[in-house]
């Protein structure tokens, strides 16, 4: 049982820095440049992606953050109702 709680709560902690790794990269798409960037990535591997499509990634990274970090939060929370 300790054992199990101890996995849940390192999920945990992955799970923030997954959100934060999110956050970050929304943050990055505001940005034309680093935009314009990934494009010509994309470009190289044979991908297509547009500038309007990295625009709407941002705003919806970031709430897929939010809802990440939520769950980090119960799984603490389950985590600490575990018996020990």
């Known amino acids: 049982m300790a054992n199990a709680r101890v996995h849940m709560a390192q999920g945990a902690e992955q799970m923030v820095a997954g959100a934060q790794h999110m956050r970050e990269e929304s943050a990055r798409l505001r940005d034309p440049a ?6 010509e990535r994309a470009r190289e591997r044979g991908d297509t992606v547009t500038d309007a499509e990295l625009q709407a990634l941002s705003p919806r990274l970031a709430n897929q953050a939010d809802q990440l970090e939520r769950r980090a939060v119960e799984l603490r929370e ?3 109702r575990q018996p020990s």
């Open 34 to 39: 680093y935009r314009a960037t990934q494009i």
């Open 78 to 80: 389950r985590a600490a």
